[in-house]
């Protein structure tokens, strides 16, 4: 019977009319999606049949006279679970899971309700990565000021989208004029009233959001200021003077007076077993 009843099902989805409705699901991977069979008012439910319709065409679930079956085999074998409202709850979802299904519904005097739902699972996301980049000029900018790009980066994820936002203001966004690259790089002008002001990357997709935050103006004092050198400038001209020291200190050390008496001191032992050589063979 219930074999007859499915292909009755699929008999008056193909000829008979009926009402369609569309909708829209959001989910998470590792997390679960339910899929709502919306009804009107009044119809009372007497079969369901629930189908994937893309990637590829899987029958997932059917009630057919107060029955639940779900052991239909699909991709979604063991993971699907229909509800006494007969919406279906997929988990644990997966990236493949993404698609388009079908519910359709008949009532008691035979009318037929039929709802397509699309599914879309995103990646969770991950922490972004933030990297101060400062750049400093003597005469382009004002006094112990400095430039900063803030740069955000999310690894191995699509779909998201880059704000930035000031701490400890009101206002969670940043005016466009400073962003670039879609949102991932902030430029920023910064002075010494801006020590403590930390800016925040956070980066979402339609189903979660993550966020890093930076204290650029640390990295502004790690760089020089116009007019004086850095500890990078200092060591470049240090490493190389010290390493000709060395290098003069090991040649005056080889060729210098200690060297020279050196020498003298080993002519003067080769001298003396000359001298000594010829008695060796004397009785």
């Not at 500890?231 to 080889?254: F, N, Q, R, T």
Request: glycine share 8%; net charge negative.
């Amino acid at each position: 019977m219930a074999v007859w009843s499915l292909w009755s099902l699929l008999l008056w989805e193909a000829l008979l009319p009926m009402v369609i409705t569309s909708a829209q699901v959001q989910g998470q991977v590792g997390g679960s999606a339910l899929l709502a069979a919306d009804q009107p008012p009044g119809f009372q439910v007497r079969e369901a049949i629930w189908r994937s319709l893309w990637p590829s065409e899987e029958l997932l679930a059917t009630f057919f006279r107060g029955s639940p079956e779900m052991l239909y085999r699909s991709r979604f074998l063991g993971r699907a679970q229909l509800h006494s409202n007969l919406s279906l709850e997929l988990r644990p979802l997966e990236s493949a899971d993404s698609g388009n299904f079908s519910v359709l519904l008949v009532d008691k005097q035979g009318r037929a309700w039929t709802q397509t739902l699309q599914l879309k699972v995103y990646d969770a996301v991950p922490r972004p990565v933030v990297k101060v980049f400062i750049a400093v000029s003597g005469d382009a900018q004002p006094p112990r000021t400095c430039q900063a790009f803030l740069s955000c980066w999310a690894p191995n994820i699509s779909d998201i989208t880059y704000t930035w936002r000031r701490e400890g203001t009101v206002d969670l966004g940043m005016e466009s004029g400073g962003l670039f690259t879609d949102g991932q790089v902030l430029s920023v002008s910064l002075g010494p009233g801006d020590k403590g002001v930390a800016y925040s990357c956070i980066v979402s997709n339609p189903v979660s959001w993550d966020l890093a935050t930076v204290t650029p103006w640390e990295s502004c004092h790690r760089q020089a200021a116009p007019g004086r050198a850095s500890y990078k400038d200092v060591l470049l001209v240090v490493m190389p003077v010290l390493l000709l020291l060395i290098v003069a200190g090991l040649s005056a050390w080889h060729w210098g007076p200690w060297s020279g008496k050196k020498k003298k001191d080993v002519c003067a032992d080769e001298v003396d077993q000359e001298t000594e050589s010829p008695l060796v063979g004397l009785p």
